[in-house]
Nanobody, 121 residues
Framework: QVQLVESGGGLVQPGGSLRLSCAAS????????VAWFRQAPGKEREGVSF???????YYLDAVKGRFTISRDNAKNTVYLQMNSLKPEDTAVYYC???????????????WGQGTQVTVSS
């Protein structure tokens, strides 16, 4: 059935890099807006980035210039390349798919289970 699975999280030092993957099964990811959200303990879930099927992208100001979202439709996968990581990037990162290119939780229909990203010395 419809499923999104994130992978690639882990523990990195400040200034390090990670690449997150969001693999879809049961539906064609290229039909959807695909977004990354993140949630730190005790904080609200916030939108980080999205990509449309046109290739148009959006980034939260806090990650602009450091993170890059991309998609490989043949592999039914979306990626989030995260460079120059900061401690404030620490959160559980979630992949989500929906139809509207606005970073609001209620607008996304399908969600992955999340992957932990920890940036610490």
């Amino acid at each position: 059935q419809v499923q999104l699975v994130e992978s690639g999280g882990g523990l990195v030092q400040p200034g390090g890099s990670l690449r997150l993957s969001c693999a879809a099964s049961g539906f064609a990811l290229e039909r959807f807006v695909v977004a990354w959200f993140r949630q730190a303990p005790g904080k609200e879930r916030e939108g980080v980035s999205f990509i449309r099927n046109s290739g148009s992208t959006y980034y939260l100001d806090a990650v602009k210039g450091r993170f890059t979202i991309s998609r490989d439709n043949a592999k039914n996968t979306v990626y989030l390349q995260m460079n120059s990581l900061k401690p404030e990037d620490t959160a559980v990162y979630y992949c989500a798919a929906g139809s509207i290119p606005i970073l609001e939780k209620r607008l996304f229909d399908y969600w992955g289970q999340g992957t932990q990203v920890t940036v610490s010395s």
